[in-house]
Every structure is written in structure tokens, then in C-alpha cells.
């Protein structure tokens, strides 16, 4: 099992992930800085590598701090990270990404005993879809936008739900934890403007991602 990696040359690179532990903060340094870098179309790659470094990485334990995951350390990173993804006007494909990451980061239980940061995650995600009309993208082809848009309610209703699950696990609630919801959005479906969309819980966005980051 490795790490994968789109090459510039279209080809797929494969690390071996016994490896890439021993260089963890360069990596996770890398992923944040060209995430949060100037020059946008780097910022998706920067979100993608975030995302893989979660999917190999995620659960391993910390070998010098009990009950701790090995990512925790680099939390701040993290939502650094997401807070450039999923900041108001960025790209489609960085807005996917940013989605994509923001599910891994909840998912690997990064944010589970922190309330605070599960509340600011689920407000980056809301923030777009309530100003769902002026959500247009404009200069991208309207499939990209429209596609973009979806991404960004799958994320919501996987998020929501992933907040919802530590919320109870903790013996908490959903709210509590940073599960909201947004005006006429429902857990599984949206309807805006006579527009049905229907969000899988189990479906992922990478494809999505990379198409978009092509087509655009």
C-alpha cells in the first residue's frame, strides 16, 4: 500500500507508505503550502495530497502520546488547509477538493473531540450554499459550476452526517458537535429553484475532483 499521486505527465505515482511515515511533516507541510499557495491552479494538487496523507495516515496511532492519532498534531495544518479550499470565490476544482478533504478530515476522526473545529468546518461548507443563487462560477462552462455545486452538497450532507455520528458517539448532540443544516437543504436531498438533487452518502468525489481539475 502506497501513497498515490498524479504526476505532471499524466502518470501515476505510487510511494510506499512504511516510507513516507518517516517524512510526514515535509509532506503535510508541502500539501498545506501549495493548498494555501497564490498560483491556483497548485491549490487543488495541495488539497489532494492533504487527502491522501489523511486516507494512508488517518488512523495510525501516535507512538509517543497514549489515546492519540498521529495526525493530531498537525490539525492546525489541516484547517488551515481547508479554510483556503473552501474560502468564498475559490475555483471549482479547489471548491471540490476542499470538499473532498474537508470529508477525509471529519472522517478520520481529526475534529472528534473538538466542537469548535467541527463548527468552523460545517460553517466553510454552509457558507457557499447559502448564497446559492450568486453560486454561478462565472468563466467556467456551466457543467463545471453545476457539478462544482453538487460536490459542495455531498460534502455538506457527508460532513453533517459524520458530525452528527461523533456527536452521539460522545454522548452528545448532532448540533452540539457542529452538525447544521442549511435552509432547504435536506440530510439527503435539495431542492432550489423546482431543482432536485440527490446527495449518496457513500459516493465519493475524487473523480469529480479530477475531472473537473481537467476540464477546467
Same mark, same amino acid.
Given at each position: 500500500?502506497?501513497?498515490?499521486?498524479?504526476?505532471?505527465?499524466?502518470?501515476?505515482?505510487?510511494?510506499?507508505?512504511?516510507?513516507?511515515?518517516?517524512?510526514? +511533516?515535509? *509532506?503535510?507541510? !508541502?500539501?498545506?503550502? *501549495?493548498?494555501?499557495?497564490?498560483?491556483?491552479?497548485?491549490?487543488?494538487?495541495?488539497? &489532494?495530497?492533504? &487527502? +491522501?496523507?489523511?486516507?494512508?495516515?488517518?488512523?495510525?496511532?501516535?507512538?509517543?502520546?497514549?489515546?492519540?492519532?498521529?495526525?493530531?498534531?498537525?490539525?492546525? &495544518?489541516?484547517?488551515?488547509?481547508?479554510?483556503?479550499? *473552501?474560502? @468564498?470565490? @475559490?475555483?471549482?476544482?479547489?471548491?471540490?477538493?476542499?470538499?473532498?478533504? @474537508?470529508?477525509?478530515?471529519?472522517?478520520?476522526?481529526?475534529?472528534?473531540?473538538? #466542537?469548535?473545529?467541527?463548527?468552523?468546518?460545517?460553517?466553510?461548507?454552509?457558507?457557499?450554499?447559502?448564497?446559492? +443563487?450568486?453560486?454561478?462560477?462565472?468563466?467556467?462552462?456551466?457543467?463545471?459550476?453545476?457539478?462544482?455545486?453538487? @460536490? !459542495? !452538497?455531498?460534502?455538506?450532507?457527508?460532513?453533517?452526517?459524520?458530525?452528527?455520528?461523533? #456527536?452521539?458517539?460522545?454522548?452528545?448532540?448532532?448540533?452540539?458537535?457542529?452538525?447544521?443544516?442549511?435552509?432547504?437543504?435536506?440530510?439527503?436531498?435539495?431542492?432550489?429553484?423546482?431543482?432536485?438533487?440527490?446527495?449518496?452518502?457513500?459516493?465519493?468525489?475524487?473523480?469529480?475532483?479530477?475531472?473537473?481539475?481537467?476540464?477546467?
Amino acid at each position: 500500500m502506497g501513497l498515490e499521486l498524479d504526476s505532471p505527465d499524466g502518470f501515476l505515482v505510487c510511494l510506499p507508505a512504511d516510507h513516507l511515515v518517516n517524512h510526514l +511533516q515535509p *509532506l503535510i507541510d !508541502l500539501g498545506y503550502k *501549495l493548498t494555501t499557495s497564490p498560483l491556483e491552479s497548485l491549490r487543488p494538487a495541495g488539497a &489532494q495530497l492533504l &487527502q +491522501q496523507i489523511l486516507r494512508y495516515f488517518g488512523t495510525v496511532a501516535d507512538p509517543d502520546v497514549p489515546d492519540m492519532l498521529l495526525l493530531e498534531q498537525y490539525q492546525a &495544518q489541516f484547517v488551515a488547509a481547508l479554510r483556503a479550499a *473552501l474560502a @468564498a470565490g @475559490a475555483a471549482p476544482a479547489l471548491a471540490v477538493c476542499g470538499g473532498n478533504l @474537508a470529508i477525509s478530515f471529519l472522517g478520520a476522526g481529526l475534529a472528534a473531540g473538538d #466542537g469548535a473545529v467541527m463548527r468552523r468546518l460545517m460553517d466553510l461548507l454552509i457558507a457557499p450554499l447559502e448564497s446559492w +443563487q450568486g453560486l454561478l462560477y462565472g468563466g467556467y462552462a456551466e457543467s463545471v459550476g453545476v457539478r462544482a455545486r453538487v @460536490a !459542495l !452538497l455531498q460534502a455538506h450532507a457527508q460532513c453533517a452526517n459524520l458530525a452528527s455520528a461523533f #456527536g452521539s458517539s460522545s454522548g452528545g448532540s448532532g448540533s452540539g458537535s457542529g452538525a447544521r443544516s442549511i435552509k432547504g437543504v435536506g440530510s439527503s436531498s435539495s431542492t432550489r429553484g423546482g431543482f432536485g438533487v440527490c446527495i449518496s452518502p457513500t459516493s465519493s468525489n475524487n473523480d469529480l475532483c479530477r475531472s473537473i481539475v481537467v476540464k477546467s
